[in-house]
Each structure stands twice: as C-alpha cells, then as structure tokens.
C-alpha cells in the first residue's frame, strides 16, 4: 500500500507563490497520472492538474498559466508549482494517483493553502 504525503502548504498574500510536494512511500514509475485536486470550505473537491507517466499535463482553466505540475520518479515525488495565488486558491489541496483502471487508488491528506486578500 502507497502512502502520500503532501507538504508545503501555507498562509500567503494575493499575488505570492508556494510549491507543494506530493512525497510517495514507494515508487511513482508504476502509476498510470498522479493529481493535484482541492477542496474549498462548503465546496466540491475540484481536480486542479494531472500528469501522466509520460509526463503530459493538464489543468483546469483557472489555473492555467499559474501553476506548475511536475514530478520526480527519482525522488518518488510529485509537486505543484503556484505563482499570483488569488484568494480562491483557497483551500486544502490534495494528491493522488491512479494506476489506470478508471479509479483513484491512493489518496493523500492534504496540505491547507490559506491566500490573502
């Protein structure tokens, strides 16, 4: 069983950046995408960016041109780059990955990102 942890939330002002890691217990070659999703006090979780095996990208449209999804397959570890956070970066965000069979098969914590207006 793979276990993720994420790391590198904090509290910062509009228009600040932060990186987040997505840290996993075992090897990240085998999964299929690893995600990036987020959840807003009284909201749905939302899917923020993904990446592929091979390294392709994706994002929801409010993020793009912002953030930054990358991974490490030597360091076992996934991060999310955010630059000009607004305050409906709000939210705790959250990593996962899936091994390709139309599922989420691990799921982390999450880390709390707080943004100032």
């Known amino acids: 069983q793979v276990q993720l942890v994420e790391s590198g939330g904090d509290f910062v002002q509009a228009g600040g950046s932060l990186k987040l890691s997505c840290r996993a217990s075992?090897?990240?070659?085998?999964?299929?995408?690893m995600h990036w999703y987020r959840q807003a006090p009284g909201l749905q979780r939302e899917l923020v960016a993904s990446?592929?095996?091979?390294?392709?990208?994706s994002y929801q449209d409010s993020v793009k041109g912002r953030f930054t999804i990358s991974k490490d397959n030597a360091k076992n570890t996934m991060y999310l780059e955010m630059n000009s956070l607004k305050p409906d970066d709000t939210a705790v965000y959250i990593c996962?990955?899936?091994?390709?069979?139309?599922?989420?098969?691990?799921w982390g914590r999450g880390t709390q990102v707080i943004v100032s207006s």
């Open positions: 996962c990955a899936d091994l390709g069979w139309g599922q989420i098969d691990y």
């Open positions: 075992g090897s990240i070659f085998g999964f299929s995408a």
């Open positions: 990446i592929s095996r091979d390294d392709s990208t």
